[in-house]
């Protein structure tokens, strides 16, 4: 009995490992490649495995996708979101940045671009996609509600640093290894200058 429960977590343990390694695949080829050239045969020859394997782990490539999707929403966005509710504009606004900054989260900028682009080959990944405004909308949030929420000018705000600070994303994106665009920090600096003026109304 001892042995039979042994084996049957070493298997469990065995299979996650493998759907690990799938996501990472998947978001790497996501981040070199883009969305477009993401295929099963290129997952799988990063992750070193057959398309029999991954197959039986996911059953289809935009259901791995959207777990991978989910899994870096979890790293990068989750994991060390502020929960105070009393947070400053400012320090929600460095927050935000050092998480959409990163170079894993042009794996999300692709996914969202294919889903607008081609609606229906990425219908398995929308759930995944629509967590995006519970971890951006301050209506989904509670911390950012209570900050955000009951002052016009504070949400007006936010939303303007939100599509700022996308755009510096998406510019990065574009940019050669992910470099930083030249008048990133002008822009982070000015939008800090208007978020501590908010703050001390």
């Known amino acids: 009995m001892a042995a039979t429960s042994a084996r049957a977590r070493t298997q469990s343990d065995r299979s996650s490992e493998m759907q690990q390694k799938l996501i ?14 993401t295929t099963a045969v290129e997952v799988c020859a990063r992750a070193g495995v057959t398309r029999g394997a991954l197959f039986h782990h ?14 870096t929403y979890d790293r990068l966005l ?39 682009n081609d609606p229906e080959s990425t219908a398995d990944i929308q759930p995944a996609i629509e967590r995006y405004k519970e971890i951006f909308t301050p209506s989904e949030s509670n911390p950012l509600y209570k900050r955000f929420g009951s002052d016009k000018k504070a949400g007006a705000f936010y939303r303007l640093a939100v599509e700022t600070m996308l755009g510096l994303a998406l510019g990065r994106a574009a940019n050669p290894n992910g470099a930083a665009l030249d008048h990133e920090q002008i822009v982070l600096d000015q939008l800090c200058a208007y978020a501590r003026e908010i703050d001390t109304q």
Do not use: M, N
């Open 24 to 37: 990472a695949a998947t978001i790497q080829s996501l981040i070199d490649k883009g969305y477009a050239r």
């Open 58 to 71: 996911f059953e289809s490539l935009p259901a791995l996708i959207a777990v991978a999707l989910s899994d």
């Open 78 to 116: 989750l994991g060390s979101r502020p929960s105070e509710a009393d947070i400053t504009i400012e320090q929600w606004i460095t927050w935000a940045w050092s998480r959409v900054s990163q170079r894993q989260f042009k794996a999300v900028i692709e996914i969202w671009l294919a889903s607008r």
